[in-house]
């Protein structure tokens, strides 16, 4: 079983090369906020790894800005809202389609910079280029690869095969942190 270091390397690595091989095919900078607006569920894992995160940067401006997350989020919520677990996926995707407008509560409003980045969630690292993760093509971002048919974009793609991890359950960014509420 590896770690969340080891799963969070390898993602790293991979993304690495899939940005190499595109060069200026991928338009993934700081300051896109693209695929940080609307909510879309993580897991546990990443959570903790966020939480690390807050502790080190965080400040209590960012941590209003979970609890307004977490209050608009609250009605609807496709599962428990208190603890933030998912219980029911389709719901959830119907929820993420709900709320398309709702920024991530750690994006920094004024510069588009992610304000956890080192920590950021998995899905947040594996969005942009073209990967194909354990067998699976994922959707790369509109933004990227512009102008390039399906085959050039296929000769870019990077697989990558994930190690086993421990089993995390489904949540949401804005349960990362709780001061005291
Ligand atoms: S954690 Fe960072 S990269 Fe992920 S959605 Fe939030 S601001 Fe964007």
């Not at 060069?23 to 993934?28: F, I, R, V």
């Not at 719901?91 to 991530?104: G, K, R, T």
């Amino acid at each position: 079983m590896a770690s969340d270091a080891e799963l969070v390397q390898i993602v790293d690595a991979a993304v690495a090369e899939a940005t190499r091989r595109a060069g200026a095919a991928l338009a993934c900078k700081s300051g896109c906020t693209h695929c940080c607006i609307g909510p879309f569920a993580v897991t546990e894992r990443d959570l903790a790894r966020l939480r690390e995160g807050f502790a080190a940067v965080g400040d209590e401006r960012m941590a209003a800005r979970f609890r307004e997350a977490r209050e608009v989020m609250r009605e609807g919520f496709p599962g428990d809202w208190e603890s933030g677990g998912v219980t029911d996926l389709g719901a959830a995707d119907l929820f993420d389609l709900a709320h398309p407008w709702l920024p991530c509560p750690v994006l920094d409003l004024e510069t588009g910079a992610c304000g956890l980045h080192a920590w950021r969630p998995v899905a947040c690292r594996l969005h942009g280029p073209a990967l194909r993760i354990d067998g699976v093509d994922l959707r790369h971002c509109r933004l990227n690869y512009v102008g390039m048919d399906g085959a050039e974009v296929e000769g870019l793609r990077v697989s990558v095969e994930t190690p086993e991890v421990e089993e995390s359950t489904l949540t949401y960014i804005a349960w990362a942190v709780r001061n005291g509420d």
